[in-house]
């Protein structure tokens, strides 16, 4: 019987050191995260690795409307090239493959800290490609409850997501989007 007091007060202060570990960040507001947020202990966001030997897993189980060209992945910096053909995919659908690629890039990852997404036309316009939009986007510019609110697959405002990518689109995206 003792030996169940001593189990159960050993559990309990443990449970207490771990409560405690966890309030620290928040009771102490000069320890941050790089983001500029209280640092956490302990969070329910697991964090995933993109590396080469998962990057094709990561990127196949998205079920993207573009076709995907090119991909380049370095240390913390992750390059895409889209390819779409002369009127084969809805402007809308290709913007929210770009989404779903700096969500994958920027929120659900924890190595990659800047993002490239380039959407390529290809077709009979003279034989070559021509780009429709760049998308650049580094996950410094965004605070943790962001990049939650963005893991969480909420929608957020074209407006406050120009604050915090640089979103270039030509001519031809502007008159490819008039013909849908």
Known sequence: MTAFVRLGTAVSIAILIALAISWVGEL??????????????????????????????????????????????????????????????DPDDVLADVGE????????????????????????????ETLLLALAGAKTEFREAELQRLRDGEALPASWLDGKMRLTVTDRWREWQAQR
């Not at 690795?49 to 993207?64: C, G, Q």
């Not at 929120?107 to 077709?123: C, T």
Request: no cysteine; aromatic share 2%.
């Open 28 to 89: 102490d507001r000069s320890i941050v995260a790089p983001s500029g947020a209280p640092a956490v202990v302990y969070s329910e966001h697991r964090v995933r690795t993109i590396s080469e030997e998962t990057i094709v897993d990561e990127l196949s189980a998205l079920s993207l409307a573009a076709d995907i060209r090119r991909v380049t992945l370095r240390s913390s910096m992750l390059q895409i090239d889209l390819e779409v053909r002369e009127g084969s995919a």
């Open 101 to 128: 690629l700096a969500k994958l890039a920027l929120a659900e990852s924890g190595n990659i800290a800047r993002v490239f997404i380039r959407v390529l036309e290809s077709g009979d316009r003279g034989g070559g």
